[in-house]
């Protein structure tokens, strides 16, 4: 730093892709802190180090920084004290702020910019002070790619770079930079395993009229998939070359990118004299919008998923007394039986199996310092997912071990109405999640109650389980402003965090289709499509109108239906009963 | 137009302050072509003479602009027939494009520019080719100021005046811009009579941290008025000077200004080195927060105007067959009732008394041209509202004068619906209204039916019946994304229109206030405050829940008892009757 001159140098979690999971390689928070949750930021001065991250992670960090060198900062946003704010309030006027612009988004130095407006800092945003450093950094990942099937992805990667081609016309751009690794998944139909929990392929490209770039090694290519890329013009180009490519387009051309997930090392390789056009990707927009093979697909994915959560319960009732759990050896056993369905490729996301309190933390994931062993009676909250070849699944249930209180049973069946009454919405073509988002929320909200996260995100297929642009939210952002249309797969999660003492969430998947078409316009509707039993052990029938208590039967007996056959005798009988109306 | 050099002239609907009523020295439109819509465009080019106005006037232009010499053009915005798209093919690039500077807002104009960029047009926003051949053009008013008591204000002028400039310092912001006559006359607690339907007087001012101006001419204040605002620091210039005034604000120092309803002609004037904020207006957030004594206020002039509308649908009951009604006589025997309450000023807008398929057209109001006989059945729907000392009052009571339809009494119930669960609404502070818009919508949507317009709309204190900045709507702009507060008022008014057949309205006024706070946050509600019986021959009590039914019996019984002092024996006697339990 003393070198550089720089001032404060500022390590963000994120890589050249600011995508949710990050690889090894970049993982250089907990290589530097010792600190590994999902979020954080450090901050070095000549004379400070600190990290700072948020409510779900202060336990963890306050142990993990212990004899670190590095002082944990709570971060609340609401007395503001993030670490921009701490760098406005503690570097001069004048200072120099350097960063690895390779691993910062556009739009998050634009926010540390605004914030520090006045200040007349600058930033030096090609400073790598880690690399020479950390000598046993994990190398980058290398995996080979492979072809998704049409039968899976349901359309042929020649149109999908039609629909992108065609978009790019009609708004008068010339190139669209792709960042984000599953736009480019989707895109050319090929798989990866770079990263944790997404079958994705570290790559960059750019799109044009007549050519396609794509920033890959070509060694990880089979060359029968290479052949086929070939075909449909796509050039491929080492990675490392992406930023110098992008130097040298054609002076005075336009291009489209999401400042979202486009780095700043990225951005200012870009021609001044280039026209550049902030939005979602073309390709986030329309993979969002599931075909109908995909559609298909998800509800096989469902059927397996709904295998794999029954088994896994009815063994947990089976074996509560005999067996000792825990919120880890139950994260392993569902990820087992996941295993046994055909076309699994492995979870969606690290599962949340929380146990009484832990189930009170909303972003919960069991770790060996905080597993609880799961005692006869209790709330149990799991939160799962896999990776299919027929798309994505991610799914919550809570149940109760024993006998539930008055107040489990009142909190569980408001959260479930909140579930049943956003599955039930029905709505006008051009709706937007910030709308919908209510109906989940009404009937905790006349009993005082709320949750702090959003009701629903999009959800990818065989690709993020976390995808946009949509979102069903209170916040007011561009997600939740996202039109909801036909064909979009969302997640419908409402819940309750008692501190300290437990938590309830319901999440299924949820299947935007077209309704009716009356004289007032074009109505839109969801099909629940998640296939796992509700435990009715914790719902208050008193409580439910009609409407739910129909929805909920019907609900029970699809579940039935749909996975009766895949089951042994005990288990379906035992899946029977848990099924039955109420 | 040929001296200036210019390809097209455009005349919009708008006068300097570009609020809703326009004063009849500005309505320009009216005078040229003879249409009487609120809402037109003129374009004028050395072929061509057309205007455009939206569906709700398109019977009306068609009959008004016969031998005119202006084409009517329909506006369709599906298609996007606007006057900017017939601008953006009829122009030829380089083209100059006039218009009256101060009759067209700085948003408006960019809407214009965005449009036609590439075109390279040039904007010549100084012509007035309208003054020098309207030789009758009507004066520009000139009432008397008066003062507006702080018993009905609730708020010294002082200290409105001392929280506006403390929000000024916060955001380090030297001036503020107010072009709105509503802001103008909240800031200083005064009132006049220069504009239809609301007690306004045609001003500017800029405020500043020591003093303000107000531009306004003196003489149109009485000696003690101008000698308590001298006292406050407010100083009076012409209100020719104020583009002039602008031009020497000091130099590098800072405005905050709203674009929507700041003209072209005052925007240019400011220096080029200030720097400029734009927001909605500071007393426009302000006052939308109505005060504690306003607030008792609005419950006294929602009894006068429950007085009126009762004694107005005795009095039609009583009548319906001995005495002959039209829509325009029904309409002045209600304001005549207003009139008989004391702190009465006049209608807060043109009253809407609809008939039949009249109704059916939601922004109808009743005009010689039009005027329908009512009849001994049907649909009759009532849109009114007046200005008194107490508050602004705006409601909708739709009634069956015969024996409803099955399918009306269905459309009725389910408007009902959705009246009433917004009413019931509770929410979490932070909550927005196009968050809370779907619970007037959905018993709707669910059976296939929607309105086009929004569900609410704030509401003056003894000012504009449509004030800002919130608004319940399901449109994704700043209005709708604006917080709703404790202390707003807001109507709440959901409706089916059956083109051809009728429309049904139910609109009541709704107080948004503080209800618990939980350890999951500070929740709001709302107060139903308008107060009118609803029609029960309408209703089908087997399709309201047992809420909706218990709060329809609640609002009749406090309807019945707060109007029933005022009431004759047979007006009680009947009142009685109509507000029963169902």
């Known amino acids: 730093m003393q ?264 951005f200012d390789s870009i021609p001044r004299s280039m026209q550049i056009f902030e939005d979602f990707s073309i390709p986030g927009r329309l993979k969002a919008i599931k075909n109908k093979v995909e559609i298909a697909n998800i509800g096989q994915a469902m059927v397996k998923d709904g295998i794999a959560l029954t088994k896994f319960f009815y063994w947990l009732e089976e074996n509560s007394v005999s067996l000792l759990h825990t919120e880890l050896s139950l994260a392993e056993k569902l990820n087992a039986l996941r295993y046994e369905q055909a076309g699994y490729i492995g979870p969606s996301f690290a599962p949340i199996v929380a146990y009484n309190e832990n189930s009170a933390l909303p972003h919960y994931s069991p770790a060996p310092e905080t597993d609880k062993i799961i ?80 009701t629903g995100h999009g959800v990818g297929f065989c690709l993020n389980v976390h995808e946009g642009p949509q979102s069903i939210s209170p916040a007011d952002n561009p997600e939740s402003r996202t039109i909801i249309e036909a064909g979009m797969l969302i997640s419908d999660e409402p819940a309750i965090y008692r501190e300290g003492e437990y938590g309830i969430r319901i999440e299924n998947l949820i299947l935007c289709y077209q309704d009716e078409e009356t004289e007032f316009g074009q109505f839109l509707r969801f099909d629940t499509v998640s296939l796992c039993y509700i435990d009715r052990i914790l719902i208050d029938k008193s409580l439910l109108s009609m409407k739910e208590t129909d929805w909920l039967n019907n609900y029970h007996a699809m579940v039935y239906e749909k996975l009766t056959r895949f089951l042994t005798d005990p288990e379906r009988e035992w899946l029977r009963d848990k099924t039955n109306a109420i």
């Not at 042929?156 to 790019?168: D, G, H, M, T, W």
């Not at 794509?214 to 060359?223: A, I």
């Open 3 to 266: 070198t550089s001159r720089i001032d404060a140098y500022i390590i963000p979690t994120g890589d050249p892709h600011l995508g949710e999971n990050i690889p090894d390689h970049w993982r250089i928070i907990p290589w530097l802190t010792g600190f590994t949750g999902s979020n954080a930021t450090v901050i070095v001065t000549d004379t400070f180090a600190g990290l700072w991250t948020d409510s779900r992670y202060f336990v963890q960090a306050d142990v993990q920084l212990r004899d670190s060198g590095f002082q944990f900062v709570k971060q609340d946003t609401a007395v503001k004290n993030d670490f921009i704010w701490w760098l406005s309030e503690n570097l001069s006027t004048g200072s120099k702020i350097g960063f690895d612009g390779r691993t910062l988004s556009v739009s998050r130095k634009r926010r540390i910019e605004a914030s520090l407006d006045g200040k007349k800092v600058s930033f030096i945003t090609d400073e790598d002070l880690v690399s020479e450093i950390w000598t046993d950094r994990p190398p980058v990942s290398d995996s080979y790619a492979y072809e998704f099937p049409v039968i899976y992805a349901g359309k042929e990667s020649s149109v999908k770079i039609a629909e992108v081609r065609e978009r790019l016309r009609k708004r008068k751009i010339d190139y669209h930079l792709l960042t984000s690794l599953d736009d480019i998944m989707w895109l050319f139909n090929i798989r990866g395993d770079d990263v944790k929990f997404s079958p994705l392929l570290t790559s960059f490209a750019i799109v044009g009229e007549l050519q396609i770039l794509l920033f890959v090694e070509e060694s990880r290519f089979h060359s029968r998939l290479a052949i086929e890329l070939d075909k449909l013009g796509v050039v491929m180009l080492p990675y490392e070359e992406t930023s110098g490519m992008l130097s040298t387009l054609a002076e005075n051309s336009s291009i489209l990118l999401s400042p979202l997930t486009t780095s700043v090392s990225l």
């Open 375 to 454: 005692g006869p009676g209790g709330i149990l909250l799991v939160d799962s997912g896999g990776q299919y070849f027929n798309g994505t699944t991610d799914i919550t249930r809570t149940i109760c071990l024993g006998n539930p209180t008055p107040q489990q049973i009142r909190d569980f069946t408001l959260v479930l109405k909140g579930n049943i009454n956003l599955a039930l919405a029905k709505m006008p073509a051009g709706s937007r999640g910030i709308q919908l988002d209510i109906l989940a929320r009404k009937d905790l909200w006349e009993s005082g109650l709320n949750y702090g996260h959003g």
